[in-house]
């Protein structure tokens, strides 16, 4: 069976065979709700700038999800799905038109006990925590997105985030129990991975299955003070928050280190932060605020912005200059800003970390999250980058992977091309079985593409 162009299918026979589920025509909305943040990048804006959907459905339950999967495989229809859109890739860009599943409406926290919780792909990430806070837990990781992201998109699209200090990343094993998933089979089936399986559609951009429900771990809530410190130079700042992250009598969430001029693209800290300093942005229990003043001092640093838990949870959190939100900071000051992800290799003297600040200066403006990686602290970077030509980009990737660091390139929307740059036979077998005429998110899954049956 060939899929249909998505131009030639009949829309008012679509809509009267998923009558009683939400639809959504109007144009506008429908373009709207077919982006994402694929704006950080120059070459994802040209790439992906027309692409839009030709209809939105909003399911508001997993059989909802299932007849509209059987009608789309019935009518040959791509299916792309979407959460909060908060993405930077491209994950949720229908390449193909087609169908926009917009799962924002199954929201629901099913059930929570200690150490998991049980939620539809739809709840937001604050709200999942609001609920589990109640009783003592909060989930372990959360992107920059926290507020407005969907617990969904993140499993689909994310790889980690504030919280990775302490819990590593999304594909660490114990980082994701369980998902129910329906399948894009002409009858479709609803199929519960566990444990390792879930690997099969873990990071897989929502092109191998339609996630309805997710198990996830917890981990205890503290009461997170909030705090920026200042250091006189970049390394110094950068050699304390590994140290920092070393430290495990100190219990933190976030250690996020940003040279000048970063600081000074966050407008609403401008009056805080010193002209011309590196500072390292901080998450920490407020019980551990002693050993962690001890810690600055020793590194010669000064605080120059507190906040206590209870003060943290209002207004704009500082988790919000944080991980990607400091591109999005960045980019509203000078929108020929763009930005690299770069792991850098395990090594206490940031000898890689400092070597990249010096060749490439203001050109690469160096932002360090520490993250737990295969059992030890490591900088994740997430650099901005002054944008001049894509040779010059490709160069600077380039540069970085020549010396030792690996980069998860964010200027593609090819699933393998952005992460572990290889093929996932596991995910690949997987999609073969479940979505056998490539109808989900197609054009995104480079294995798919290269090994699809003529």
Known sequence: MTVTT???IDWDAFTAAIDGIEIIRDPAQVAKLSKDYYSYSPILQAQLGDKVGDLVVRPASEAEVLTVAKVCVQQQIPLTVRGAGTGNYGQCIPLEGGVILDMTKMQAVKWVKPGLACVEPGAKLSAIDKQTRESGWEIRMAPSTYRTATIGGFISGGSGGIGSINFGQLRDRGNLHAVRVVTMEEEPRVIELRGDEVQKVNHAYGTNGIITELEIPLSPAYPW????VTFPNFMTAARFGQTLGDSDGIVKKLITVCADPIPQYFAALRDSVPAGSAIA????????????????????GAFCYEKTAKEAGKGTMLLEYTWNHTTLHARSVDPNLTYLQTLFPYDPELKLVQYMYEHFGEEVMMHLEFIRFNGVVVPAALQIVRFTTVDRLNEIITHHEAKGAFVANPHTYILEDGGRKEIDLIQLAFKEMIDPYGLLNPGKMRAWLEHQRP
Do not use: D
Request: glycine share 8%; proline share 4%; charged share 25%.
């Open 281 to 300: 942005l901080l998450m920490i229990s407020e019980s551990c605020r002693q050993p962690l003043g001890e810690l600055v001092r020793e590194f010669g």
């Open 225 to 228: 003070m909030e705090a920026i």
């Open 6 to 8: 998505a131009k030639s």
